[in-house]
């Protein structure tokens, strides 16, 4: 495998990204919300629960639905100190994996999708390259992009997270045992997942949103994720964490062989 070539499609890609205010804005704007300005906001955990009785009230009803186990650490703490837990390390768990999802999708999205509507998909083609180098370029290139980002994300979110909350807490709580699994083992999955369905999308659709739309899917599962704690229907832990990336690199180890598979030149020529 022709690895210099692979890599040069990927700096290529990675720089057109980077060049694209209509992506990097974005990209920014989202990453800041999510990894500084909602992790800032847990400061404000302690007025709403030493306010108003009935928004107490409901916190406390949304506490007792958790099992025992996820907050055994918090034994002996107050209500405030179990409600800033329970936003940023059970809450904010499936919300965080959007980031890169979303950058995974919209990079995979421009992989092919952006080629053409630039002009360049002829050129492209026409690289020293086999279908399965060319392939994996394209891959790769989106998979790092969305691994800078949540690693980067995940390094702002603790810190914002730890200061905002240390006048409840008063020490280092984050990240936990489960967080380190999510960064290290569900995020790399879940790009790879968002990255094959989306380049299977964009090699086949005519332009960049034609794909991005098609590709929007696979966001859906991570916002039922969310509702699904919310409503106390699932939690969080280490066993679950697990398992849930297990499931998605199975599922990325299929869909990429059969991206592979159908994968060729010709397609693209004709799509």
């Known amino acids: 495998m022709n690895v210099r070539a692979i890599f040069a499609i990927v700096r290529k890609d990675l720089k057109v990204v980077s060049q694209n205010k209509s992506m990097a804005v974005p990209f920014i704007a989202v990453s800041l919300i999510f990894f500084v300005v909602i992790p800032a906001l847990s400061a404000m955990i302690p007025s709403i629960t030493n306010g108003i009785g009935a928004e107490a009230s409901d916190i406390l009803k949304l506490l007792d639905r958790i099992?025992?186990?996820?907050?055994?650490?918090?034994?002996?703490?107050?209500?405030?100190?179990?409600?800033?837990?329970f936003f940023l390390?059970?809450?904010?768990?499936?919300?965080?994996?959007?980031?890169?999802?979303?950058?995974?999708?919209?990079?995979?999205?421009?992989?092919?999708?952006?080629?053409?509507?630039?002009?360049?998909?002829?050129?492209?083609?026409?690289?020293?390259?086999?279908?399965?180098?060319?392939?994996?370029?394209?891959?790769?290139?989106?998979?790092?992009?969305?691994?800078?980002?949540?690693?980067?994300?995940?390094?702002?979110?603790?810190?914002?997270?730890?200061?905002?909350?240390?006048?409840?807490?008063?020490?280092?709580?984050?990240?936990?045992?489960?967080?380190?699994?999510?960064?290290?083992?569900?995020?790399?999955?879940?790009?790879?997942?968002?990255i094959s369905v989306m380049v299977l999308a964009s090699s086949r659709a005519q332009g960049f949103q034609d794909a991005y739309q098609i590709g929007g899917i696979v966001v859906l599962p991570v916002v039922g994720l969310f509702y699904a704690q919310i409503a106390g229907v699932m939690?969080?832990?280490?066993?679950?964490?697990?398992?849930?990336?297990?499931?998605?690199?199975?599922?990325?180890g299929f869909l990429i062989w059969l991206g592979s598979r159908s994968f060729g030149r010709s397609r693209l020529m004709g799509a």
Request: proline letters at 4%; hydrophobic letters at 60%.
């Open 67 to 85: 099992p025992d186990g996820l907050l055994q650490d918090l034994s002996g703490t107050n209500l405030s100190q179990k409600a800033t837990v």
């Open 89 to 194: 390390v059970y809450m904010m768990l499936p919300m965080f994996l959007l980031v890169p999802l979303l950058a995974a999708s919209t990079v995979a999205a421009d992989s092919f999708a952006g080629e053409k509507e630039r002009k360049t998909m002829e050129a492209l083609l026409y690289t020293p390259t086999t279908d399965r180098e060319l392939f994996v370029a394209k891959m790769l290139s989106a998979w790092l992009a969305a691994i800078a980002m949540a690693f980067v994300g995940f390094v702002l979110y603790s810190i914002t997270a730890n200061i905002a909350a240390w006048s409840q807490m008063h020490h280092i709580f984050f990240p936990n045992a489960i967080w380190l699994v999510l960064i290290i083992w569900v995020v790399p999955a879940a790009a790879g997942l968002a």
């Open 235 to 252: 939690y969080f832990n280490l066993i679950v964490v697990s398992l849930m990336g297990l499931g998605i690199w199975l599922l990325d």
